[in-house]
């Protein structure tokens, strides 16, 4: 079993900047795949940011030049930086592990981030 806790979320003008954290625990030696996801009220959850174990990243289409995906093996943590915010970033952001043994996905229970002036 893998726990993620995140944190970081908060109420930020249009134009600013936050950084999400996630922090790993417990079958953290099986994690290769982590990501951000979030979820926009009345809207599907979304793919914002995903990292390989080695680092390798991919961004959503919304996010790219604005986001950076980064993650600190050594301390099982994971971040999220996102500048330039904008109201269309306002979600619940969910920090998602990936393990391959044994195959499986894990969540965490999201942070709010609000934009709005």
């Known amino acids: 079993q893998v726990q993620l806790v995140e944190s970081g979320g908060g109420l930020v003008q249009p134009g600013g900047s936050l950084r999400l954290s996630c922090a790993a625990s417990?079958?953290?030696?099986?994690?290769?795949?982590m990501g951000w996801y979030r979820q926009a009220p009345g809207k599907e959850r979304e793919l914002v940011a995903v990292?390989?174990?080695?680092?390798?990243?991919s961004y959503a289409d919304s996010v790219k030049g604005r986001f950076t995906i980064s993650r600190d093996n050594a301390n099982n943590t994971m971040y999220l930086q996102m500048n330039n915010l904008t109201p269309e970033d306002t979600a619940v952001y969910y920090c998602?592990?990936?393990?391959?043994?044994?195959?499986?996905?894990?969540w965490g229970q999201g942070t709010q981030v609000a934009v709005f002036s």
């Open positions: 998602y592990a990936q393990t391959t043994v044994p195959p499986s996905d894990f």
């Open positions: 417990g079958s953290i030696f099986s994690i290769n795949t």
């Open positions: 990292i390989s174990r080695r680092g390798s990243t």
